[in-house]
């Protein structure tokens, strides 16, 4: 171990630029020239480390030889306050921990001798480290080739870096004070993720363990020392209902990827950011908001907000704390976002709207009250952001059942399944259609039920319930019962089944169909569709333009070929909606459709409508149905193909 002395003797041959005489340095730590040189004899071992050399010229002085970024690493080996004592950071397990960094950080792997000379001990021993690291990471399912390099195609990366932070906290701990990470990783991404974590704690006042925030941070180090290196993380497989749960941190995820980028000059891919939003929630992050410095105007909107939703789903969201600290976090930056005119993605939208299309639709009828409040137009993508918000709020409150639907495909044949199913079922249940090839890929734990039209090859725990592509009343009877027989056992009851569709029926019959229609434009339709409104005085004169400015915040062409264009229920004097088919396929946004559905909704009407919209955004999701709805050519093959020949 250095003594005191030493390192500051370090510390002086590494700031001066030319040979110095002894008598120089003598001066400086009050000591005879003998000493100085008695001292420099000592650190010749330490030097090597870093591969520097004092050099001693007669008459001339001495001078410290090797590059600068040499100098820097011994400069911050001597200088940082966390240094580990030199007894410590060359023990077997701060040894270890080195070379299974070196496995997974580095581009340019390190040969034996080079590990040989720093740290002091034989390449017999340093073959047994690596098996033992090796050993360690086969026995957590890591793929290892036979030279010793991780396949990073047959591993997950989250499993990867799981392992080496489990490695870490096994061989060097964290947790306390003498938890360091500037040995294996840069000093920069020290400081910034030691800053991101410490500012976001004080701010949120969030009290964690110290275990907690040494294992955070190491999570989040090991994360951005494998994506500096290309390694990024894979295609999530939870299913949606577990994600958006997570996309409650997203924003969180998104201002430590900004930082990261500006400051490190390293960019995060989508799935990282999921990544991120997963190791934020398991390590206790919340959502927060500073109520001692917040707007009073934007926390009083946010609370008519809820207010508002509150009335639409029948059940009183304004009891949950949670909810409003969550929202108000959203809204608050997002006020600020739109006032500047900076737009972000949410990834999951599509999903977001074709999943939980009743509770989207809810709060895109809830959004002009805030719009109004606040001097700014809402995009859809920060739509579905607060439909997370509201949905899982919704979800603490009534008892949700989550269920997977398999066919062979996913596609076709399974949206048949999961119209006919998810209409015939209580609106608490969450369904989600999955693929049966990718089934063994997901996580199961929060699913209450497996519902197949074909055999399946291995076990699980969740029940299966298999019937045909097109289910029969007895089977979709047998759904019913055991998604009841889940609730008893809960204690709690299933509201009423599924929407009653006598008022879609109502609605589609006086509504108004235009089919094969020739239209080069979105600009086109929507031209067309508001004037045949304002001549028969359905909505308010700026009709027109209040339906444009929506579409500027994003368009609303889905996927799936549809356009569900809407407005502002305030400029709504009669509820009406109308279909328009289309000969060719128009460019709506960045997608294709073929169809559009336009929604007119009184502010009235909100609550007594809310079924039916949701009912039609189930449908108007599913390619094939759209693909069926425009080869037809009469509006009673139309409303039987949304509302099913069979009641």
Same mark, same amino acid.
């Given at each position: 171990m250095l003594s005191k002395r030493e390192s500051q003797l370090i510390e002086l041959l590494l700031e001066e630029e030319n040979f110095q005489p002894a008598s120089f340095f003598s001066e400086k730590l009050n000591v005879s020239n003998k000493t100085i040189y008695q001292d420099i004899q000592k650190l010749g071992q330490f030097l090597n480390r870093f591969e520097l050399k004092i050099e001693k010229k007669p008459r001339i002085g001495i001078y410290l030889i090797g590059t600068s970024t040499k100098k820097n690493d011994a400069k911050i080996f001597i200088t940082s306050k966390e240094a580990m004592s030199t007894e410590v950071k060359y023990s077997s397990n701060y040894r270890r921990v080195y070379l299974f960094a070196n496995l997974i950080f580095k581009t340019d792997k390190k040969r034996y001798e080079y590990f040989e000379k720093k740290f002091f001990v034989s390449i017999a021993t340093l073959r047994k480290d690596y098996e033992e690291i090796i050993k360690y990471c086969r026995l957590a399912g890591i793929r290892i080739t036979s030279n010793h390099v991780i396949d990073t195609q047959k591993t997950p990366e989250e499993l990867i870096q799981r392992t080496f932070?489990?490695?870490?906290?096994?061989?060097?701990?964290?947790?306390?004070?003498?938890?360091?990470?500037?040995?294996?990783?840069?000093?920069?991404?020290?400081?910034?993720?030691?800053?991101?974590?410490?500012?976001?704690?004080?701010?949120?006042?969030q009290q964690p363990t110290n275990y907690i925030v040494h294992s955070l941070k190491l999570s989040l180090?090991?994360?951005?020392?494998?994506?500096?290196?290309?390694?990024?993380?894979?295609?999530?497989?939870?299913?949606?209902?577990?994600?958006?749960?997570?996309?409650?941190?997203?924003?969180?995820?998104?201002?430590?990827?900004?930082?990261?980028?500006?400051?490190?000059?390293?960019?995060?891919?989508?799935?990282?950011?999921?990544?991120?939003?997963?190791?934020?929630?398991?390590?206790?992050?919340?959502?927060?908001?500073?109520?001692?410095?917040?707007?009073?105007?934007?926390? $009083?909107?946010?609370?008519?907000?809820?207010?508002?939703?509150?009335?639409?789903?029948?059940?009183?969201?304004?009891?949950?704390?949670?909810?409003?600290?969550?929202?108000?976090?959203?809204?608050?930056?997002?006020?600020?976002?739109?006032?500047?005119?900076?737009?972000?993605?949410?990834?999951?939208? $599509?999903?977001?709207?074709?999943?939980?299309?009743?509770?989207?639709?809810?709060?895109t009828y809830c959004i002009p009250k805030l719009e109004k409040a606040m001097g700014i137009r809402v995009t859809d993508d920060e739509i579905?952001?607060?439909?997370?918000?509201?949905?899982?709020?919704?979800?603490?409150?009534?008892?949700?059942?989550?269920?997977?639907?398999?066919?062979?495909?996913? =596609?076709?044949?399974?949206?048949?399944?999961?119209?006919?199913?998810?209409?015939?079922?209580?609106?608490?249940?969450?369904?989600?259609?999955?693929?049966?090839?990718?089934?063994?890929?997901?996580?199961?734990?929060?699913?209450?039920?497996?519902?197949?039209?074909?055999? =399946?090859?291995?076990?699980?725990q969740t029940p299966i319930i298999y019937v045909r592509p097109l289910p029969t009343k007895e089977e979709i009877a047998l759904i019913n019962r055991h998604l009841l027989t889940l609730n008893q056992q809960d204690n709690t009851f299933l509201p009423s089944i599924a929407p009653d569709k006598t008022i879609l029926k109502k609605y589609l019959k006086d509504g108004w169909m235009f089919l094969n229609q020739?239209?080069?434009?979105?600009?086109?339709?929507?031209?067309?569709?508001?004037?045949?409104?304002?001549?028969?005085?359905?909505?308010?004169?700026?009709?027109?333009?209040?339906?444009?400015?929506?579409?500027?915040?994003?368009?609303?062409?889905?996927?799936?070929?549809?356009?569900?264009?809407?407005?502002?229920?305030?400029?709504?004097?009669?509820?009406?909606?109308?279909?328009?088919?289309?000969?060719?396929?128009?460019?709506?946004?960045?997608?294709?459709?073929?169809?559009?559905?336009f929604l007119a909704i009184a502010e009235e009407d909100m609550i007594q409508v809310k079924n039916m919209i949701a009912l039609l955004y189930d449908v108007f999701v599913s390619p094939e149905r759209i693909k069926s709805i425009a080869s037809k050519e009469t509006r009673n093959e139309i409303i039987n193909e949304i509302i099913g020949k069979r009641k």
């Open positions: 932070v489990n490695y870490f906290e096994k061989n060097i701990g964290v947790g306390n004070e003498k938890c360091q990470y500037h040995f294996v990783f840069d000093q920069a991404m020290v400081q910034f993720v030691d800053d991101f974590v410490k500012n976001f704690y004080q701010q949120s006042k180090l090991t994360l951005i020392g494998r994506v500096k290196h290309g390694y990024h993380s894979q295609t999530n497989k939870n299913p949606l209902f577990v994600e958006i749960k997570k996309m409650e941190l997203y924003m969180v995820a998104l201002d430590f990827s900004n930082g990261v980028k500006d400051e490190l000059n390293c960019s995060f891919t989508i799935n990282d950011l999921y990544f991120i939003c997963s190791l934020f929630m398991g390590h206790g992050v919340r959502p927060f908001v500073n109520l001692a410095t917040h707007s009073q105007q934007i926390m $009083e909107t946010t609370k008519q907000f809820i207010q508002d939703m509150s009335t639409l789903v029948e059940k009183d969201l304004g009891q949950d704390s949670q909810l409003l600290q969550s929202l108000f976090a959203h809204i608050e930056p997002m006020v600020y976002r739109l006032q500047m005119g900076i737009t972000i993605k949410n990834p999951l939208k $599509e999903d977001i709207i074709r999943q939980y299309s009743t509770m989207y639709t809810l709060t579905t952001f607060l439909t997370i918000h509201f949905q899982l709020a919704f979800e603490k409150i009534v008892n949700t059942k989550h269920v997977f639907l398999i066919c062979p495909t996913g =596609l076709g044949t399974s949206q048949l399944l999961f119209q006919r199913i998810r209409h015939s079922s209580p609106s608490t249940v969450v369904y989600e259609v999955i693929d049966v090839q990718k089934l063994q890929d997901y996580n199961l734990d929060s699913v209450d039920l497996i519902i197949s039209t074909v055999k =399946l090859e291995n076990e699980y020739d239209f080069d434009s979105r600009e086109s339709v929507l031209s067309f569709i508001t004037e045949k409104y304002k001549e028969e005085q359905l909505v308010k004169d700026n009709f027109l333009e209040v339906v444009l400015q929506r579409e500027k915040l994003g368009a609303t062409g889905l996927s799936s070929g549809v356009a569900i264009p809407h407005a502002n229920p305030k400029y709504v004097v009669k509820t009406k909606i109308s279909i328009i088919t289309l000969k060719n396929k128009i460019t709506w946004g960045d997608v294709d459709v073929r169809v559009v559905l």
